[in-house]
């Protein structure tokens, strides 16, 4: 038998995006998924926020802290100066002004879950 657990994270949240476990049975040579469960969710960070209140500008919580940790990256230590801009920014901010781009956000919270039993889906249900 073997337990299997798989998770897809997002860096700008502390949840998941998705999770799946899979339990799995090796008997006489032949292999069966026995059993198998899992989730896919996306506006979960915006929905705690909001039952948090995040909005309010004196409650600070621990999700605010794993958030910020998790957007933290290392940096290197660099010849220049720290208020100077490099080439490449000052480059990317020209072609940012050009393209207007922005990246699709979900307000609503949305996501499905699913079971499986001996390989065939017996339950599937949206969030």
């Known amino acids: 038998a073997a337990l299997d657990i798989d998770t897809i994270a997002d860096k700008n949240s502390v949840w998941p995006r998705s999770a799946n476990a899979k339990l799995g049975l090796h008997a006489l040579g032949y292999h069966m998924d026995v059993f198998e469960t899992g989730f896919r969710v996306e506006g979960l960070q915006a929905m705690i926020d909001s039952l948090l209140g995040k909005n309010t500008d004196d409650k600070k919580n621990v999700f605010d802290y794993l958030k910020r940790k ?3 990256r290392p940096t290197a230590a660099s010849p ?8 490449h920014d000052i ?5 940012h002004e050009k393209l207007p781009v922005e990246t699709r956000r979900h307000n609503e919270p949305r996501g499905h ?3 499986k039993w001996f390989g065939n889906e017996i339950r599937f249900d949206q969030l």
């Open 70 to 72: 998790s957007q933290q």
């Open 80 to 87: 220049w100066n720290s208020n100077q801009r490099s080439l």
């Open 91 to 95: 480059e990317m901010d020209k072609i």
């Open 113 to 115: 879950m699913f079971m």
